[in-house]
């Protein structure tokens, strides 16, 4: 029962000191935190048995903090905290409907979505497009062009850690009229707009992809909009094939992968902030998110 769930242990860092509530408090309540100074951080063994806490690592948070408004008070929220308590809750919920039922502020849903549900950000869904499968899935209608990326919390990128996702190509037509990758800060500032340049699949620039017919668009070199640059890889991918994509930020590398098996070689990326996108060209393609996994605190 979610309306009863029960915190052993919240932290707020405020200036030097770190602070932490009574050891049951409802979720329903987190407006009336009685805080108490502990001499020391408690490593949440108890409620997170499965993670390692490192006191000084978390100290660090500090300088990671921002400052939120909820119910018209000012709060502090940790960022590693909001990432291990939304992943746990996400494990216990039967579907993303449950959501909805939880007494939790906007931020925390947002984030437990992000970990159960992957689904492709409204925010920046473009005019010939449609949702589907409660956000999931993403249908192109037609007239003009289309990129789509994929919802994470707070509007931030994937800028360290390693990260990948995973799409099915529910419906292809056109080779080379689909792409998947990722796309910079700016063209996500730009509201990942695409003009006509002359060709039947625009160059995009900030947008690095592998496209359905197996050409390489690297979002630098506009003379990839022709299709007939860069390398090939023989195949390409169609309905039914599932596609995915690793991006590691640490070393600055993302790599996809079509079945299981290599697509294309692993490429270097351009951009200090990338979001997970995807490129839809022709009438009624469609594709649907399955997966997504952190293997690093995005929020």
Wanted: hydrophobic fraction near 35%; include cysteine; glycine fraction near 8%.
């Amino acid at each position: 029962n979610f309306t009863k769930l029960k915190l052993q242990s919240v932290f707020v860092v405020m200036g030097n000191s770190c602070f932490s509530t009574s050891n049951s408090v409802p979720l329903s309540n987190t407006n009336n935190f009685k805080r108490k100074k502990s001499k020391n951080i408690r490593a949440t063994r108890d409620l997170l048995p499965e993670y390692t806490f490192d006191n000084s690592k978390f100290c660090e948070e500090r300088v990671r903090l921002q400052n939120w408004t909820l119910d018209g008070k000012e709060i502090i929220i940790v960022p590693s905290l909001l990432f291990l308590s939304s992943k746990i809750i996400s494990r216990y919920l039967p579907n993303v409907v449950a959501i909805d039922n939880l007494p939790l502020f906007q931020l925390l849903k947002d984030c437990i979505t992000y970990h159960l549900f992957p689904i492709i950000d409204r925010n920046f869904l473009q005019e010939n497009c449609e949702l589907l499968n409660n956000g999931r899935t993403l249908r192109y209608r037609g007239r003009g062009y289309s990129t789509s990326i994929l919802f994470i919390p707070k509007d931030k990128g994937f800028s360290v850690g390693r990260y990948s996702w995973i799409i099915k190509i529910e419906k292809s037509r056109v080779p080379g009229w689909m792409q998947i990758g990722v796309v910079n800060k700016e063209r996500k500032q730009s509201f990942l707009k695409t003009i006509w340049d002359g060709n039947p699949h625009p160059f995009r620039k900030g947008e690095m992809a592998q496209r359905n017919n197996g050409n390489f668009h690297s979002g630098i070199k506009p003379e990839e909009g022709c299709m007939n640059s860069g390398s090939i890889f023989s195949g390409g991918y169609t309905t039914g094939d599932v596609i995915s994509v690793q991006l590691d930020m640490n070393i600055r590398e993302i790599s996809w992968f079509k079945n299981g098996e290599n697509y294309g070689t692993p490429m270097m990326v351009n951009g200090n902030e990338l979001y997970p996108s995807i490129s839809l060209d022709s009438p009624l393609e469609e594709v649907s998110v399955l997966a997504l996994y952190s293997q690093y605190n995005p929020f």
